[in-house]
């Protein structure tokens, strides 16, 4: 059993890698991107039988700080 957690900084939270990253693609000739929120994937391979609200502790506990950070969990 898969479970793939999005984790991105909420909105009205400054996300300087993403700024870096809309600045780079300006950079070079992008000019289309207005903005860029940047965040990560985090994939678990779990034991069958985990349950959604087990990740979702995970998300609470460690993978997503959630003073800042929003999460959402695929189960696959």
Known sequence: MK??????LKD????????AVRHALGAMGFEGVAGVRQGKVIELDLKDGTSEAEVADMCERLLANTVIESYRIEIA
């Open 12 to 19: 009205g939270v400054l996300d300087p890698q993403g700024e």
């Open 3 to 8: 479970a793939r957690v999005h984790v991105m």
